[in-house]
Each structure stands twice: as structure tokens, then as C-alpha cells.
């Protein structure tokens, strides 16, 4: 069974996800990002979601987290709980 760990900012726009993705990619870092906006309680530990596997997460997520590349930001993601930035940190 794959595993993957991820860390993920939780906010409630597209727009003010595309807008910290922006300053991610503009050298700001994750995790400081994670814990000043992230609405999600992970962001207090940088968007930290330590590890887990296929079905443990939404389906939009889990789709992400088991196919994007390692360490790319991906997003603006939408679920039912609002828009994601995820970062893939390792997967097995």
C-alpha cells in the first residue's frame, strides 16, 4: 500500500490560495505561510500532515497527493472544506 507525507495551506478562496502559492513560489516559506493563514489546525504545526495512505484523505486530495510530484507546490485544490495549496513532502 503507497504511503505519502504532505503538508497543505486550508483557505476559503481560489483567490487567496492562487495569491500564496504566488508568494511560495516568490521564495515565502510554506510553513510560515501554513501557520499564518492556514484555517485548518495543521497550520499551526506548518500545514504538517504527517503521513498516511490512499482513501485517508478527501478524493480531490488523495488524487493530488498520489500523483503530483515530490516537493512541487500544487494548487489552488478545491474540496469540500475550501482551496489547498499541497506540498508532497515524500512518498513510498
Do not use: W
Not at 18 to 28: D, Q, R, S
Not at 33 to 44: T, V
Amino acid at each position: 500500500m503507497p504511503r505519502a507525507s504532505a503538508r497543505h495551506i486550508l483557505v476559503k478562496t481560489e483567490a487567496e490560495c492562487a495569491k500564496l502559492k504566488k508568494e511560495i513560489e516568490g521564495g515565502a516559506a510554506f510553513a510560515d505561510l501554513a501557520k499564518k493563514h492556514s484555517s485548518c489546525p495543521s497550520g499551526r504545526s506548518g500545514g504538517d500532515l504527517g503521513e498516511f495512505g490512499p482513501g485517508q484523505m478527501v478524493p480531490e486530495f488523495d488524487t493530488v497527493v498520489f500523483s503530483a510530484p515530490v516537493g512541487k507546490v500544487q494548487g489552488p485544490v478545491k474540496t469540500q472544506f475550501g482551496y489547498h495549496l499541497i506540498e508532497i513532502t515524500k512518498r513510498a
